[in-house]
T-cell receptor, first 113, second 111 residues
Framework: EPEVTQTPSHQVTQMGQEVILRCVPI?????FYWYRQILGQKVEFLVS????????KSEIFDDQFSVERPDGSNFTLKIRSTKLEDSAMYFC???????????FGPGTRLLVL | SQQGEEDPQALSIQEGENATMNCSYK?????LQWYRQNSGRGLVHLIL?????REKHSGRLRVTLDTSKKSSSLLITASRAADTASYFC???????????FGTGTRLQVFP
């Protein structure tokens, strides 16, 4: 069964550094998402992406965040200048037809020191 | 309470027993999904129930949905130690792309 993959599985960075989290969605999927989960807290929506543009974003997704689909297979989340509070597990998800069919990746655990 | 809250927060049972987890939400939904998360790992989709459905089964899982009470329950029958994980409900609504996750129930199944 096809899966969403994410790299790296773990990333440690210094505060203020830029990080890029990478995702390979399932190949025929058209809708892409990023969520995050701060340790011990709820999974929170960050952004959705469809037809090469952001379709919805949350309040968390401020100017420090950006997403890109640089080629036909990757979907990336960039955090320009990381803060301590960006430490979390970041999940990528994709779906073929939108809501209700999201497939989540295994996550990237980001630690900002 | 917030959209998507599970209770209990934690549940400990013996292998072979049934585990029931509940989820409540506040606004109208299209679908409700249940996910499982092993400690520090990814989200595994378990089951989706649509707003016009009342009950759904998948293997040892049984999900019910009561839209009048804005609540859902997940029943795991004949639990196994390998069922130990956190379980989350997630709802989606009209006019938004996002899933709203609940706070989760931590299930511990003792062998």
């Amino acid at each position: 069964e096809p899966e969403v993959t994410q790299t790296p599985s773990h990333q440690v960075t210094q505060m203020g550094q830029e990080v890029i989290l990478r995702c390979v969605p399932i190949s025929n999927h058209l809708y892409f998402y990023w969520y995050r989960q701060i340790l011990g807290q709820k999974v929170e929506f960050l952004v959705s992406f469809y037809n090469n543009e952001i379709s919805e974003k949350s309040e968390i997704f401020d100017d420090q965040f950006s997403v890109e689909r640089p080629d036909g297979s990757n979907f990336t989340l960039k955090i320009r200048s990381t803060k301590l509070e960006d430490s979390a597990m970041y999940f990528c998800a994709s779906s073929e037809m939108g809501r209700g069919q999201e497939h989540f990746g295994p996550g990237t655990r980001l630690l900002v020191l | 309470s917030q959209q998507g809250e599970e209770d209990p927060q934690a549940l400990s049972i013996q292998e072979g027993e049934n585990a029931t987890m509940n989820c409540s939400y506040k606004t109208s939904i299209n679908n409700l999904q249940w996910y499982r998360q092993n400690s520090g790992r990814g989200l595994v989709h378990l089951i989706l129930i649509r707003s016009n459905e009342r009950e759904k089964h998948s293997g040892r899982l049984r999900v019910t949905l009561d839209t009048s009470k804005k609540s859902s329950s997940l029943l795991i029958t004949a639990s196994r130690a390998a069922d130990t994980a956190s379980y989350f409900c997630a709802t989606d609504q009209r006019d938004t792309d996002k899933l709203i996750f609940g706070t989760g129930t931590r299930l511990q199944v003792f062998p």
